[in-house]
């Protein structure tokens, strides 16, 4: 701010806006007034909106929260078909409850590594971010290469995308999920990339908190599948 | 105008009023108080601890176990209940403490358990027009 005193103590990283930016900046230099962008800066920031929270985080729930539309739809169209099916192809048949309660326990526990990761971020321990978030994405392949060997078994065993309405709707539920995680993998993979190579601008860890947010949703999702889909016998 | 908190570590900036005077908040949106912020922890002050995310964790994994061990036994009417309530609560663990919305500014709850609750009554809606529940 212009009526701010200078001083040379002031901390040097924050807020283009805050009365100590203006101090921090370089005598002569330009006041910034990019809100939006905060570069590499290491320091949390107060955000400057009308709702007092940041734009991307507001933007990430409301995203997530359109999700649950998306989701909602597709699993109720399950339920309602879930008994559309022909003699011997039914859930009763095919479900393999071990085999899938064990991709469970390893989406659930990428959640906990997720969760690590952003801690590790906001702790700006790059080391560990890393890590966590390299062991979250392989936590994912596998879950996504055990759908692949559960839809081949299912496909094996006679159970096509048109073989019923109840195969249409559990490939259509599920196969949207494992697109989600996938889509997850990717960014997380372009994340620790992206990171690495000194790339990531911005809040580094509003980004990976971000990113976190979308794979703890993935998470939420499962849980709901496994027990409406997998437990609970049509 | 000069601020008497000029020469405090950049930890501080947070906590610092606006010109207008209104008061600081950080990134969740929550005010700011200068004598609780912990700096070690910055924007994650609020959050749980890395142990606290492990034993929640296992809680979780202990659940869905239970969830398993319950889908093969014969308790009756209470087979239903039961997993939906013990799904719910690995839902609501989830999001509360994994992605911080106990923690959080409260629109970001409305955001999101706006959504669910909308799908939830428009797809209960949909599913009884087609007799699901009768």
Not at chain 1, 211 to 228: A, K, M, Q, R, S
Request: charged share 15%.
């Amino acid at each position: 701010m212009s009526d701010t005193t200078i001083d040379v103590a002031a901390p040097t990283t924050g807020e283009p806006d805050t009365p100590d930016e203006s101090a921090a900046s370089p005598v002569g230099a330009e006041p910034r007034d990019d809100a939006g962008d905060h570069g590499d800066h290491d320091v949390p920031f107060a955000p400057h909106t009308s709702t007092g929270v940041t734009n991307v985080k507001l933007a990430m729930w409301l995203f997530l929260g359109s999700e649950c539309l998306l989701f909602g739809g597709l699993i109720s169209t399950y339920m309602l078909y879930r008994n559309r099916h022909s003699e011997g192809i039914g859930p009763d048949q095919l479900w393999d409850i071990p085999f899938t309660s064990a991709s469970s326990f390893i989406l659930l526990m990428s959640s906990l590594t997720m969760v690590l990761a952003v801690s590790a971020a906001g702790r700006k321990d790059d080391r560990n971010t890393h890590i966590w978030l390299s062991v979250t994405a392989l936590l994912g392949a596998l879950f996504i290469a055990g759908q692949v060997y559960e839809f081949t078994t299912f496909y094996n065993e006679g159970l096509g995308y048109t073989t019923s309405l109840f195969g249409s709707s559990f490939y259509t539920l599920t196969g949207f999920h494992g697109v989600h995680v996938s889509v997850g993998i990717i960014m997380l993979l372009a994340l620790v990339g992206m990171s690495m190579r000194k790339k990531l601008h911005g809040d580094k860890a509003e980004t990976i908190e971000m990113v976190g947010l979308y794979w703890h949703f993935v998470d939420i999702v499962w849980i709901i599948i496994f027990t409406v889909v997998y437990l609970i016998p049509a | 105008m000069s601020t008497d908190t000029d020469t405090n570590d950049s930890q501080s900036n947070e906590s610092q009023p606006d010109e207008t005077g209104h008061e600081a908040t950080d990134s969740h949106g929550h005010p700011i108080d200068p004598a609780h912020e912990d700096p070690a922890h910055g924007d994650h002050a609020h959050g749980a601890s890395d142990l606290q995310y492990v034993i929640i964790a296992g809680i979780l994994a202990a659940i869905t176990g239970l969830e398993v061990l319950v889908s093969y036994l014969d308790i009756g009417p209470l087979f239903l209940p039961v997993l939906l309530i013990l799904m719910a609560i690995k839902f609501v663990t989830v999001v509360s403490f994994f992605m911080h919305l106990k923690f959080d500014n409260k629109i970001f709850s409305l955001m999101f358990y706006g959504g669910l609750f909308l799908a939830i009554f428009v797809y209960a809606a949909a599913l009884a027009t087609f007799h699901f529940f009768s």
